[in-house]
């Protein structure tokens, strides 16, 4: 189960920004880069500082340890980070809850193996898989991707969208997905029953304008 | 065997040799040579001064006058220890920091070595206390001056890898941990190395002055040893301290990464 409520989460480009999110809601986020949508769920994460409260659950954020709240509201940036050699120590001991580890990583085209594999010789697209593979694998109660899809071909593309698609129904995790790509939106929205949001003029609006 | 006192004469030949040095380098378009005089005058000046005030230091034996050197001491060092780092905090975090780890480890250490193991009467008499605490300060200085060196710039490196174990749900310290471990070791190398190669390649300074002051080597030996152990403790104490303090404030009450308490980023 995952809900979230925004309230006056100020950051620094954007106006004071307030939202819910029920549990199990799509919500897609475009605007013009640099309008503020990663530095948005930088603040939701708790990664910058900055003014306003966040809710899951109804459990308020500042009642929460911040490692604690990140290990539930999971972020995954646009750009990959990795700080071990190899791919297997990135995931979690207890790694999958319901879905295990080997189906979520096939479920995103990858063998077992790959946990053997060097992260230095991963390919872009690789590593923005894997990265989502090892968020999913933290079991995080909501989901905040950060153009998630932009590396990838369209055979791997489908699969992050119905690898998200599958998860944000099984934990019921309120999703709030930044993408760039019109067509992605459109496709997101209508097979998961999402609502589209923009940003325009420093303002989160429902899309489409009225 | 006893102290041979050097004449002022004796010290003006040895300078020749750096006047020599000088004119070489003018020769040679080294373009050093003005360097040269001026470290070699400002040696001369500063010496002299610490000999005399020391002579008037010994000459008193008052606890207010040596706590006056020894703070005045730890303010050049603290200064020191800043100026050697590329991305030192903001504000006065960026004195503190090193400041406060070699007041507590070198004074710590001295208070210690003056009265457990050297035994002096009193603990404070500034023949022993501004010798052993000039060297204490001085090896922890570089070790602490390296290890916060190498902890800002490693998390201004490294700020992808630490977010991305934040947003894995690690805590502050498990995201520092491989940033915090480089910093310490690299802060220690330096006093490990003198002490593996200590009297192999050259005799330790202090063991030298002794020798040259008449001590058998067997105690200069023994001395050697003591201040060894006592700056390698109070060199690692140190490090230790800064890199604690330092990293616990590169991140915030909410455990964010906090590279805006350093300096180069415009904020």
């Known amino acids: 189960m995952g809900g979230l409520r925004l309230k006056a989460l100020r950051t620094r480009v954007l106006e004071p920004v307030s939202l819910d999110l029920q549990a199990g809601e799509l919500v897609l986020v475009s605007g013009p880069s640099g309008s503020g949508k990663s530095l948005l769920l930088r603040a939701i994460a708790d990664l910058d500082p900055h003014e306003g409260q966040v809710w899951l659950d109804g459990e308020p954020r500042s009642s929460m340890a911040a490692h604690l709240w990140r290990r539930r509201v999971g972020l995954l940036p646009a750009e990959s980070f990795w700080w071990e050699d190899r791919v297997g120590p990135h995931f979690p001991e207890d790694a999958g809850g319901p879905q295990t580890l080997p189906d979520l990583l096939g479920a995103l085209g990858f063998g077992p193996e790959v946990l053997d594999w060097s992260v230095s010789r991963l390919s872009t697209g690789e590593r923005q898989r894997l990265a989502l593979a090892r968020l999913l694998a933290q079991a995080p109660e909501v989901l905040l991707l950060d153009e998630a899809t932009a590396n990838l071909d369209p055979a791997n593309r489908d699969r992050v969208e119905s690898a998200v698609a599958r998860y944000r129904g099984t934990h019921a995790a309120a999703t709030l997905w930044v993408s760039h790509d019109p067509e992605q939106r459109e496709r997101l929205t209508a097979q998961g029953g999402g609502r589209q949001l923009m940003i325009r003029d420093g303002r989160l609006e429902p899309w489409p304008w009225a | ?267």
């Open chain 2, 1 to 267: 065997m006893g102290l041979i006192l050097l004449s002022p004469f004796d010290l003006a030949l040895a300078s020749v040799l750096v006047l020599l040095l000088a004119a070489m380098s003018w020769w040679l378009h080294l373009g050093v040579g003005r360097r040269v005089l001026i470290a070699a005058a400002r040696s001369t000046v500063q010496l002299m001064l610490v000999g005399l005030v020391l002579k008037v230091l010994f000459e008193q034996t008052h606890p207010g006058l040596v706590a006056l050197m020894a703070l005045f001491m730890l303010s050049v060092a603290g200064f020191e220890a800043m100026q050697r780092q590329k991305r030192r905090f903001r504000g006065p975090w960026g004195y503190g920091v090193g400041s406060v780890s070699m007041f507590v480890s070198s004074f710590g250490v001295l208070v210690l070595a003056l009265t457990v193991v050297i035994r002096v009467e009193p603990w404070y008499q500034p023949q022993y206390l501004i010798p052993l605490l000039g060297m204490l300060l001085g090896n922890a200085m570089s070790g602490v001056a390296i290890a916060l060196d190498s902890l800002t710039r490693g998390a201004w490196d490294a700020r992808g890898p630490i977010e991305a174990r934040l947003l894995a749900g690690a805590t502050w310290e498990q995201a520092i941990a491989s940033v915090r471990r480089d910093a310490l070791r690299s802060g220690l190398i330096p006093i490990v190395n003198a002490m593996s190669t200590a009297g192999l390649v050259n005799l330790p300074g202090m063991m030298t002055g002794q020798i040259l002051a008449g001590s058998p080597p067997m105690e200069a030996a023994k001395y050697q040893l003591l201040i060894m152990f006592l700056i390698s403790a109070g060199t690692g104490l140190g490090a230790v301290l800064a890199v604690w303090i330092g990293s616990r404030h590169l991140f915030d009450e909410r455990e964010r990464l906090r590279l805006d308490r350093l300096k180069g980023e415009e904020a």
